[in-house]
Nanobody, 117 residues
Framework: QVQLVESGGGLVQAGGSLRLSCVASGSTFSLNRMGWYRQAPGKQRDLVAFVTSGGATNYTDSVKGRFTISRGDARNTMYLQMNSLKPEDTAVYFC???????????WGQGTQVTVSS
């Protein structure tokens, strides 16, 4: 089992910034992919960005140039720096951890991000 703890959500005005953090613990695996998803009320959970254990990154188009995903020095930590936030970024943000060898995904409990106009 892998446990994920997220932090850093909150309320911010449009144009502001937030930094989300996620720490993975438990039966972590060297080959993994960590990512952030978000889910707005009444909508499906969508990928925001991910970073592999090798450092490769991928972003959904709507956040390119505004959000930056990164891994910490402790490889089981992950960050999402969110700049130039927009009201449409409002959602619950979930951290994910994928053991790419067995294809199993773990989820954090989610952290609320609210951007006011």
């Amino acid at each position: 089992q892998v446990q994920l703890v997220e932090s850093g959500g909150g309320l911010v005005q449009a144009g502001g910034s937030l930094r989300l953090s996620c720490v993975a613990s438990g039966s972590t695996f060297s080959l993994n992919r960590m990512g952030w998803y978000r889910q707005a009320p009444g909508k499906q959970r969508d990928l925001v960005a991910f970073v592999t254990s090798g450092g490769a990154t991928n972003y959904t188009d709507s956040v390119k140039g505004r959000f930056t995903i990164s891994r910490g020095d402790a490889r089981n930590t992950m960050y999402l720096q969110m700049n130039s936030l927009k009201p449409e970024d409002t959602a619950v943000y979930f951290c994910s951890y994928v053991n790419v060898v067995v294809g199993r995904t773990y989820w954090g409990q989610g952290t609320q991000v609210t951007v006011s106009s």
